[in-house]
C-alpha cells in the first residue's frame, strides 16, 4: 500500500488549476495542499477516481452560501470539496440562493444562476445538499418542464446528500410552529430576510403538497444519500446541537444524520447509508480528528523509515512519536521495528474504517457519473 505521507518528486510542486494550491504526486496519488490544508486530502487514494463528462453544480441547503467573512478568515460551505472534485479533472460550478427562501424562490434563482453561468446548450450534473436537493427538484420539474421555449441547460441527473425529501419532523416541532413562525414572519417584514422555508420543510407540506406538484422527469437520472449520524453525533461535545435534535428524530423517524432521517433522504436510486451527520456530509466541521490521526501516521512513518535507514530522527513531532513509540515497545515487550509497523497499521485502520471523509464521498459521486456516462 502506498504511503499516506507527502512527498515532493519529480519536479513538484505544480501551481495546480485551482488558484494557490500545490500538487505533489506519489504512488499514483495527488495531493492538494494549501494553507488551510484539508487533512482527509491526505489520505485520499486519487487514482481511484474519475471525472463525468458533464459540469458538477453544487447546491447548497438552507441557510447555506457559497463562501462568507473577508479572505483572511473565509468559511467555504463545500469546504475543499471543489478542489478535490477539479484535481481529478471535474469542471465544477458552485451556485448560491437566497439563504432561507422557500423553495419555490430558491429554485428560480437558481435556474437564473445557470442560465447566466452555464453554456447555453450545455449539460449538468447537479449535487445537492439538505433542502438544495428540493429546490433541484423543483426546477427540474415546474421550471424548466414550463419553460415553453428551449431550456439554456440540459440536466443530466440529480444527487441528494441528506435531502428530507418526506420532509423532517423538526420543523413540525411546537417550537418551531407556535414561537419560531412569529419571528419569522416580523423578521421578514423588518429586514427582509426571508426565512420561511422553515416552515415549508414539514413532512405534512412536502408530502401532501410538494411532492405530488413536482414528479421526476423521467430524462433525469436522480441518486440519493442518507446519513446515519449515530457516532458522529454522540463523539462531538454533549452540547452540540444536532445531539438534541438526533435524538427527536430517532424516536419519531428512525435513523437520522441529526436534521433528516435515512428514509426521507431515499429519492430515486438510493445508494448507500453514510455515516456521518448532516453538517459533516458538506465537510464544514469535524476535521480536527482527521488532522491529529494523519500527523501521528506522518510521524510515525517517519519513524520506521528512520529505523529502516538507521538514519537520525529528525523534527519535534517525530521525535516526540520515537520516544512514545520506545516507550510503548517497552511496556509491551515488542521490538521497536514489529511495534512501529504495528502502529502505522492502526491508524491507517482508523483513516479507512473509523473516519467519515466527504471528500471522498464527492469523488466516489463524480466516479459514480462517470462511470454511468454522465
Not at 242 to 256: K, Q
Not at 309 to 316: I, P
Request: glycine residues 6%; charged residues 25%.
Amino acid at each position: 500500500m502506498a504511503s499516506f505521507r507527502l512527498l515532493q518528486v519529480s519536479g513538484y510542486p505544480k501551481k495546480a488549476p485551482f488558484g494557490h494550491h500545490i500538487c505533489y504526486l506519489h504512488a499514483s496519488a495527488r495531493v492538494c495542499k494549501d494553507v488551510h490544508d484539508d487533512p482527509r486530502q491526505k489520505v485520499v487514494p486519487w487514482h481511484k477516481y474519475k471525472a463525468p463528462r458533464n459540469t458538477i453544480v453544487l447546491c447548497h441547503g438552507l441557510l447555506g452560501f457559497d463562501m462568507m467573512g473577508p479572505t483572511f478568515l473565509r468559511l467555504h460551505y463545500w469546504r475543499g470539496i471543489k478542489e478535490a472534485l477539479s484535481t481529478i479533472g471535474c469542471d465544477v460550478l458552485i451556485t448560491r440562493v437566497p439563504r432561507a427562501a422557500d423553495v419555490s424562490v430558491r429554485a428560480r434563482v437558481l435556474k437564473e444562476v445557470l442560465e447566466a453561468k452555464v453554456p447555453e446548450g450545455n449539460t449538468v450534473n447537479l449535487v445537492a445538499h439538505s433542502m438544495g436537493g428540493l429546490d433541484c427538484r423543483y426546477m427540474i420539474s415546474q421550471l424548466l418542464k414550463a419553460d415553453h421555449s428551449r431550456p439554456k441547460f440540459n440536466v443530466s441527473s440529480l444527487t441528494t446528500i441528506g435531502t428530507p425529501h418526506h420532509g423532517s419532523s423538526i420543523a413540525s416541532l411546537p417550537f418551531i410552529s407556535s414561537l419560531l413562525e412569529p419571528l419569522i414572519s416580523t423578521l421578514y417584514r423588518s429586514t427582509s430576510l426571508d426565512i420561511r422555508a422553515f416552515i415549508d420543510l414539514t413532512p405534512s407540506y412536502v408530502n401532501n403538497t410538494f411532492n405530488p406538484a413536482t414528479p421526476n422527469d423521467p430524462s433525469v437520472a436522480y441518486f440519493s444519500y442518507g446519513a446515519d449520524g449515530t457516532e458522529s453525533i454522540y463523539q462531538k461535545p454533549f452540547v452540540y446541537p444536532l445531539r438534541f435534535t438526533f435524538e427527536y428524530l430517532m424516536a419519531v423517524e428512525g435513523i437520522n444524520d441529526g436534521l433528516v432521517s435515512v428514509k426521507s433522504a431515499q429519492w430515486g436510486e438510493y445508494i448507500k447509508t453514510l455515516k456521518a451527520d448532516h453538517i459533516d456530509l458538506i465537510n464544514l466541521l469535524n476535521t480536527w480528528r482527521w488532522e491529529t490521526v494523519v500527523k501521528n501516521l506522518d510521524a510515525v512513518e517517519k519513524v520506521e523509515e528512520a529505523l529502516k535507514q538507521g538514519t537520525e530522527v529528525k523534527g519535534q513531532d517525530v521525535r516526540k512519536a520515537h520516544t512514545q513509540l520506545q516507550k510503548k515497545a517497552k511496556e509491551i515487550g515488542k521490538d521497536l521495528v514489529e511495534h512501529t509497523q504495528a502502529k502505522k497499521e492502526e491508524l491507517k485502520d482508523q483513516i479507512e474504517e473509523s473516519k467519515f471523509n466527504a471528500i471522498e464521498l464527492y469523488l466516489e459521486i463524480a466516479t459514480m457519473l462517470a462511470n454511468k456516462g454522465f
